[in-house]
């Protein structure tokens, strides 16, 4: 396990590398404008002065790949930089918001995966049957169903039609102390859209897996020896099943960021999202930059969570070949 997150943490750098010197040339690219962004309205009236040695202080008249390399030696070394839109350090920007994001990820992807399980082996244990055919329907309904959408449709439902959850936001009201009452109430609705889109993904990958197990010789032999359908199920075919959707944590991981930027728009969730979508509306470089260094860090700890989980579940697979 040792070597393979070894190999996998300087196959990881020079990805990061790129990563980040494409996020500079992309944003140098936009027709967005940092130095109006930051100046707001009062940049409006301002001359053409002005500008230039507001310019000149943030650091804009250079060109992207010395802004880049500055970025990265000075975030080797622990300093992310300051965020010109927030106006505060982006390790602060980060860390007000990152644990809200990830308590509705964390939520939300520990729902999709039970209740994908469940209906999975419960569709595969009788093919064909009502169950099936509904869990099946509803899974392939859902995926093709965009989240921003569903996230709509559910606060139209449960907010304004029953009133029995709120629309959006972390508390009531915006002075109002957050508590864990609050915080519960609130997270409910996102994370169980966020949940529903990544639900589809695991019902339809355990049902498959389960069935294939259930059809297999050693499954067939357990029952030939008269093992109860329970232990069957649950002791054979569920673990063999339950392989292929261990390859999927990790490719979850990039839709899972995707999804939760959408929904904490909607719901007004104090995540990430709105911090990257003015990072990127304003050209805020250094922002940005960390907030796309810590999506790529996801999605490549999401890949080996994956190999080392599947690693360990099969022993004909040896960790040292992945």
């Known amino acids: 396990m040792a070597r393979l997150a070894g190999r996998r943490a300087l196959f990881a750098v020079p990805v990061l590398f790129a990563v980040t010197f494409g996020v500079f040339a992309v944003a140098a690219a936009s027709p967005f404008d940092p130095v109006k962004a930051y100046g707001g309205t009062a940049a409006l009236g301002a001359d053409q002065a002005t500008l230039d040695r507001l310019r000149e202080n943030l650091g804009a008249d250079e060109p992207f790949a010395v802004r880049w390399w500055d970025w990265l030696t000075r975030a080797v070394a622990g300093d992310l930089g300051d965020s010109s839109v927030m106006r505060q350090p982006v390790a602060e920007v980060i860390g007000e918001r990152l644990v809200w994001s990830t308590l509705l990820c964390a939520v939300a992807f520990a729902v999709a995966v039970l209740v994908g399980t469940l209906a999975g082996v419960l569709a595969a244990r009788r093919p064909g049957s009502w169950f099936d055919r509904t869990v099946t329907s509803l899974a392939y309904s859902l ?57 589809p993904w695991f019902i339809l990958y355990v049902r498959q897996g389960v069935g ?12 030939a020896r008269g093992l109860s359908e329970r232990t069957v199920l649950l002791g054979h075919a569920l673990r063999s099943g339950l392989l292929p959707v261990l390859t999927l944590v990790g490719s979850r991981v990039p ?68």
């Open 143 to 199: 995926e093709a169903a965009p989240v921003f959408w569903v996230a709509l449709l559910a606060i139209w439902l449960f907010a304004l039609q029953w009133d029995v959850l709120p629309a959006g936001g972390l508390t009531e009201t915006a002075s109002e102390q957050v508590s864990a009452g609050q915080v519960l109430s609130h997270v409910v609705l996102p994370a169980g859209v966020l949940a529903v889109s990544q639900l």
């Open 255 to 322: 839709e899972l960021i995707t999804g939760a930027l959408l929904v904490e728009s909607v719901f007004s969730w104090p995540g990430i999202a709105a911090a990257t979508v003015e990072a990127a509306t304003s050209v805020d470089f250094p922002l940005l930059a960390a907030l796309t260094t810590l999506a790529t860090v996801a999605v490549l700890a999401g890949n080996l969570l994956a190999d080392l989980l599947y690693g360990l579940s099969d022993p004909r697979v040896k960790l040292s070949e992945l």
């Open 212 to 223: 294939d197990a259930l059809a297999e010789d050693p499954v067939r032999g357990a029952r």
